[in-house]
């Protein structure tokens, strides 16, 4: 088990930008794969993005490609989530996410390959 703490959501106009971060606890935090969801009023917790166990791989939801980057520390045990060019429709509770394990498929989109979860952490965004 890990404990994640997400941190950095908050107000931001529209065309703005945001850094969220994910501390995780444990000495074994590079051996899991990590992923950011979120969760808008009233809709359903959907994928946004996910990083391997070493970084070198990557997932992106259609809706955030090219605007948010996602990058592991596993020195510090940090999961970052940079969000550029946000829009009204990214106003939610983002969710960090994290399972052990190395291969990384199609399955690190879905929430329920996800074993630890933190609290969430909101961003509005502003029009």
């Known amino acids: 088990q890990v404990q994640l703490v997400e941190s950095g959501g908050e107000l931001v106009q529209a065309g703005g930008s945001l850094r969220l971060s994910c501390a995780a606890s444990g000495r074994t935090f590079s051996t899991y794969n990590m992923a950011w969801f979120r969760q808008a009023p009233g809709k359903e917790r959907e994928f946004v993005a996910a990083?391997?166990?070493?970084?070198?791989?990557?997932y992106y939801a259609s809706s955030v490609a090219g605007r948010f980057t996602i990058a592991r520390d596993n020195a510090k045990n940090t999961v970052l989530l940079q969000m550029n060019s946000l829009k009204p429709e990214d106003t939610a509770v983002y969710y960090c996410?994290?399972?052990?394990?190395?291969?990384?498929?199609?399955?690190?989109?879905?929430?329920?390959?996800?074993?630890?979860w933190g609290r969430g952490t909101h961003v509005t965004v502003s029009s």
């Open positions: 996410a994290a399972r052990r394990g190395i291969e990384f498929t199609s399955r690190v989109k879905e929430n329920n390959y996800y074993n630890n």
């Open positions: 990083i391997n166990w070493s970084g070198g791989n990557t």
